[in-house]
């Protein structure tokens, strides 16, 4: 039988160990866990549970191995963090899901992935990066702007207070960032028109959306964006409904030029914004998707558009046996080893 490790980091772990609930917004939940192994045994593969980073490599010195690695670990620090375990795998020559390690990274440097958005010639919008308090007078950007930290993800740093109306604003939330986060400001052109995220599951000319979903904030949500808060309690802040076709065939056409441009694999989430008269632009890659069964925004999506979470399991693993058993790696490997 084959069998499927899983990399994760458990959040109740790093709470655990004095984290904060922010800090921690990344991580995973049990639950998580549960319905990715629950998944993988329904679809006939047996399941080892690894953990993080540093239990992957303390099992892999122990001289264990996986036919493949689910990989959801999200890393603990550095620009780089979710590209480690991707790293690791690769120089024992394991095979696992979803994005390479120079995917990973880009994706979670968000300038340097606009940057290549704009190489690409797809909209996203107009930005600088702001490294320290000094800089703030030196952007020249039109208000209004939106403020965010260069490299986290689930909306982290992003509230009410990251739109901003003028320059002492901006210097609040640059500020914020820098201080919080210890990490670089990105700056962007505030778009005001309805935001979308795509699911996609495959790669290169096999990746295919599996729907869109737009994102509604309720009246008691923190507006103009879907911040960290909206995203926790999407319950009561956030109303989800699939975009109307034209919406969805526009940003599904964006969003598949998004994810193939970059290299993404075997399944993910691109976030999309418009401008006030309906332009749509790439906000942002998610090559990691949350997948939390109920809570994460790609498991919420299939479900509306019919797709059991099962099936999402078996979409994502099997793109990536795909991956592994292609023509192009085999010959690859042949001629590595000549």
């Given at each position: 039988m084959t069998t499927v490790g899983l990399t994760y980091d458990l959040r109740d772990d790093y709470l655990a160990a004095g984290y904060g609930e922010e800090e921690t917004a990344e991580f995973d939940r049990p639950e998580t866990i549960d319905a990715i192994e629950a998944a993988l045994r329904e679809l006939g593969?047996?399941?080892?549970?690894?953990?993080?980073?540093?239990?992957l490599v303390d099992r892999l010195a122990r001289g264990e191995r996986w036919d493949l690695v689910f990989n959801i670990a999200e890393g603990l620090r550095g620009v780089s963090r979710e590209a480690q375990v991707p790293s690791i795998l690769e120089a024992f020559d394991i095979p696992y899901t979803f994005s390479d390690p120079l995917i990973c990274a880009l994706t979670l440097h968000k300038a340097m992935t606009k940057r290549v958005l704009r190489d690409l010639g797809l909209p996203t919008p107009a930005f600088c990066v702001v490294a320290s308090e000094?800089?703030?007078?030196?952007?020249d950007l039109p208000f209004p702007l939106f403020v965010k930290p260069l490299?986290?993800?689930?909306?982290?740093?992003?509230?009410?207070?990251s739109m901003v109306q003028s320059q002492p604003e901006l210097a609040q939330a640059c500020r914020r960032v820098l201080q919080t986060f210890e990490q670089p400001a990105l700056v962007e052109v505030y778009l005001s028109g309805r935001e979308f995220t795509v699911g996609i599951t495959g790669t290169g000319a096999e990746a295919a959306a599996i729907g869109t979903l737009a994102i509604l904030l309720q009246p008691g949500a923190e507006q103009h964006s879907y911040t960290h808060v909206n995203k926790e309690q999407w319950q009561e802040l956030c109303r989800y409904e699939l975009a109307a076709p034209d919406w969805a065939r526009r940003a599904e056409e964006l969003a598949l030029a998004a994810w193939r441009g970059?290299?993404?694999?075997?399944g993910g989430r691109i976030d999309l914004r418009a401008?006030?008269?309906?332009?749509?632009?790439?906000?942002?890659?998610?090559?990691?998707?949350?997948l939390c069964p109920g809570h994460s925004d790609l498991?919420?999506?299939?479900?509306?558009?019919?797709?059991?979470y099962v099936e999402l399991i078996r979409r994502i693993t099997?793109?990536?046996w795909r991956r592994v058993t292609s023509p192009a790696r085999q010959s690859a490997e042949c001629s590595a080893l000549a």
């Open positions: 593969y047996r399941t080892e549970r690894i953990g993080h980073v540093r239990q000094a800089e703030v007078q030196a952007v490299a986290e993800g689930t909306g982290k740093g992003i509230d009410g207070r970059l290299g993404c694999r075997d401008t006030a008269d309906g332009t749509l632009h790439v906000l942002e890659l998610n090559p990691l998707p949350g498991p919420i999506l299939c479900t509306m558009a019919g797709v059991p099997d793109s990536a």
